[in-house]
């Protein structure tokens, strides 16, 4: 390359390193492993035989691809795509009817689940509000059980206020209510 390079600039390039002229002359042919004459075999056959098989190789064809192949094979069962059989057209319609029972089967079951997942959930919220309305009357018992008498005066109030408070809501929920007919 560098070589190249340098005949083309004959004129502009002033130097000619003798290690390019070296380095083409000593160019080392490719080996192989198997580069003995004798243990290779020839790559083209010593008897060929042109005038005699010249028909049996027109007869030679080419083998058939995966598209055909499988073409081929779903004729051989019966199912053409292009118009086939009365049973395959049968068949086809079994086979969807049963998809349509399966997804029917699967969407049923799933809206089972579903109802299953919902009813837990309700019953979570159900004990979660139990769990809060325990936690407010045991703070109210608290709050109605303190002493005020050795509290500072703003604390005191703050107290009797929310122990009104308590009072009024217990009223509330005692009281018997009105139903409008």
Known sequence: MAREVATLLEGSFPFFFPKWTTETSKKK?????NASPASSSP???????????????????????????????????????????????????MEI???????????????????????????????R???????????DSRIMAMDTTDMLSMQAEYIIGLQKDILSKAARRNKPQKFAD
């Not at 056959?45 to 049996?56: F, K, W």
């Not at 399966?102 to 004990?127: G, N, P, S, T, W």
């Open 29 to 33: 042919s490719k080996t192989s492993p």
């Open 43 to 93: 790559c083209i056959p010593c008897a060929v035989n042109l005038g005699q098989d010249s028909q049996e190789s027109r007869c030679i064809e080419r083998p058939e691809g995966k598209k055909a192949a499988k073409r081929l094979a779903s004729q051989r069962k019966g199912k053409n795509p292009m118009g086939g059989n009365a049973e395959s057209a049968i068949d086809l319609q």
């Open 97 to 127: 009817q049963e998809l349509r029972k399966q997804k029917l089967e699967h969407a049923r079951i799933q809206d089972e689940q579903f109802q299953l997942m919902y009813v837990a959930k309700q019953e979570q919220l159900a004990i």
């Open 129 to 139: 509000r139990e769990e809060v309305l325990i936690q407010r009357r045991s703070e």
